[in-house]
């Protein structure tokens, strides 16, 4: 059994994307499967249906999926905040401000609802932002948003488009501040050149929450995330046994890890086949 890592499995499972030709809209729909296999298991839940920022704008329906999907595992959620379009570090004040406000929305979300941990992508673009803005704006954005916004949850940074383990490692050694933490996605680190296992060892000490999936790598020079398949633990390149070991050894008390993979029970299996659960 793991040290200390307790595990959650992520309901982007449960999101179903498909295309409206008529209408050329997304269509987006729910089904809910994630929770009795989370049930079974004995995992907690990392609710990805409000990714979407639409779905956080009508608390009736905020307060009907809760009470439907979540309820139960009150004290054992953990929740992944909306991330579209949203940039903290932006340059332009108003661009800033509705992620302020987002956040603001899911962060109260959070509290209301009992979950422990928020899940944030700073969203750094490589092509528009020196490293040496996004840094200290990050920064910045943060200690005002902890400051106004105070409470048990913790906000966890995770690396997206980060190809290098300190950008966010700065980003939350800078703000110094016990609620900001990092969530390592061992599938996006997995994408570019410095892999996971060096994500851990260079970051373990701020690292709180992971997001745990696997792939081959990158598929394309030009465009990394085409790689980002989101299979199952034991499906692709990474050692993801070594990974868990290691995370689970070397990262403080209170580590989380959510699987976010489509192949649930595939995952939950693999878990518990060596003995992670």
């Known amino acids: 059994m793991s040290k200390q890592l307790k595990y959650y499995l992520s309901t982007i499972a449960d999101v179903d994307y498909g295309w409206n030709e008529e209408e050329e809209s997304e269509i987006i729909h729910y ?19 409000f990714c979407i920022s639409e779905n956080c704008e009508n608390p009736a329906q905020i307060m009907e999926f809760f009470e439907a999907n979540a309820k139960d595992y009150t004290n ?11 940039i903290p570090h932006a340059i332009e004040p108003l661009v800033a401000k509705a992620a302020y406000d987002r956040y603001s929305q899911a962060y109260d979300m959070c509290e209301k609802y009992g979950c422990s941990k928020m899940i944030v992508h700073p969203n750094f673009i490589p092509t528009m932002y020196y ?18 916004h105070p409470g048990k949850c ?28 990092m969530c390592l996605d061992v599938g996006h680190a997995n994408l570019h050149p410095v892999k ?6 260079e970051c373990c000490e701020y690292i709180s ?40 050894e070397l990262c403080p008390e209170g580590l989380t890890a ?7 029970e595939d995952s939950c299996s693999w878990l518990k086949e060596h003995d992670f659960i």
């Open 196 to 201: 996971p296992m060096d994500w851990i060892k």
């Open 76 to 86: 054992d959620l953990v929740f992944h905040a909306p991330y579209n379009e949203l």
């Open 258 to 264: 959510a699987v976010e993979s489509y192949a649930i």
């Open 209 to 248: 929450h992971m997001h745990i999936h696997n792939n081959n790598g990158p598929v394309s020079e030009g465009n990394a995330s085409l790689g980002d398949k989101h299979r199952a633990l034991g499906d692709g390149i990474m050692d993801m046994e070594a990974l868990l070991h290691t995370a689970d």
């Open 154 to 181: 913790i906000i966890t940074l995770e690396n997206v488009m980060e190809d290098h383990p300190s950008l966010i490692k700065d980003i939350v050694a800078k703000a110094d501040n016990p609620r900001l933490r």
């Open 31 to 49: 089904v809910h499967h994630t929770g009795p296999v989370a049930k079974d298991f004995g995992l907690g839940l990392e609710l990805a249906e």
């Open 131 to 148: 490293e040496s803005w996004f840094v200290p704006k990050q920064v910045e954005f943060w200690t005002k948003f902890l400051e106004e």
